[in-house]
């Protein structure tokens, strides 16, 4: 065969045969892939993509309550009422926050029993609002000391609001010598009391008085005066009758004799003193 006829044959088999083994190289089958899949990406992958960004971030229901509190504060210092904090910014959204689900109801006796007066009027209106605080009266009053008028004020909103019997009672019994003077004890207390006896319900202390001494019992009494209400004869009567059973007897009658409450009537006063009485 002629030479010069063989030899381009001959190169061109040879090209031909360096062109097929590049085109299946695994490099390149790689490469054409991640080509492909640029192109081609999966739709299911790019929805999801969208949702991820779409989700909000999750958060700790008590990490966005933290900052409330704290704003609410500040509500609380400047309030002339009680019931600003149900209008206040900040106090308004920790009573919606605590009003919902999310937060259990061990959780809001917790902000209820704080030792911030703020926080405390917070908790205890959620609790008013909420249907699964029936049950927490005894802790409320375990816990209320009678320091704190707003807190008074809030307390006696959530056994209004849950209808329950007694709260006067168990409101007087912390009375606080200074309440005669606050402006919020005596309206709130006033108003409570007129609620209920339009309800008929009748008050009657039972352990109230067990704790308060002498001194706080007058102050209880002028207070009971200060609100100027009816329906609260029969506690006057009840501070009278424990007065009575708590008076000691026997030292009295160590230097002198004490007398039978019904025979006072019969007792003759001189004329001088029966005015000294008035």
Not at 95 to 119: G, V, Y
Request: proline share 4%; hydrophobic share 40%.
């Amino acid at each position: 065969m002629d030479l010069g006829i063989l030899i381009p044959v001959v190169v061109a088999i040879v090209v031909g045969a360096i062109m097929l083994l590049l085109r299946s190289s695994p490099s390149a089958q790689q490469s054409k892939s991640a080509d492909e899949l640029k192109e081609s990406k999966d739709p299911s992958e790019s929805s999801s993509e969208t949702k991820k960004e779409s989700l909000p971030p999750v958060s700790d229901p008590w990490v966005s309550l933290g900052p409330i509190l704290k704003e609410a504060d500040s509500e609380y210092s400047s309030a002339a009422h009680p019931s600003a904090l149900m209008s206040g910014t900040h106090s308004s959204k920790g009573i919606e926050l605590l009003s919902k689900e999310q937060f259990s109801f061990k959780q809001i006796m917790e902000i209820a029993q704080s030792d911030t007066p703020a926080a405390a009027c917070i908790g205890l209106e959620a609790l008013s609002r909420r249907k699964d605080s029936e049950n927490a009266a005894n802790a409320i009053f375990e816990n209320f000391d009678g320091g704190n008028s707003f807190i008074l004020y809030y307390i006696l909103r959530y056994m209004e609001a849950k209808d329950l019997p007694r709260a006067i009672e168990r409101c007087l019994g912390k009375c606080q010598y200074w309440w005669e003077s606050n402006t919020v004890a005596v309206q709130c207390v006033r108003e409570h009391v007129n609620k209920r006896v339009q309800k008929g319900e009748t008050f009657t202390f039972l352990k109230e008085l067990d704790s308060m001494d002498a001194d706080d019992q007058e102050g209880l009494e002028k207070f009971m005066r200060k609100l100027g209400v009816g329906g609260l004869e029969p506690l006057f009567e009840g501070i009278k009758a424990h007065r009575r059973k708590n008076v000691d007897l026997d030292f009295l009658n160590s230097f002198g004799q004490t007398l039978d409450e019904s025979l006072a009537d019969d007792i003759a006063l001189h004329d001088g003193l029966s005015k000294a009485l008035g």
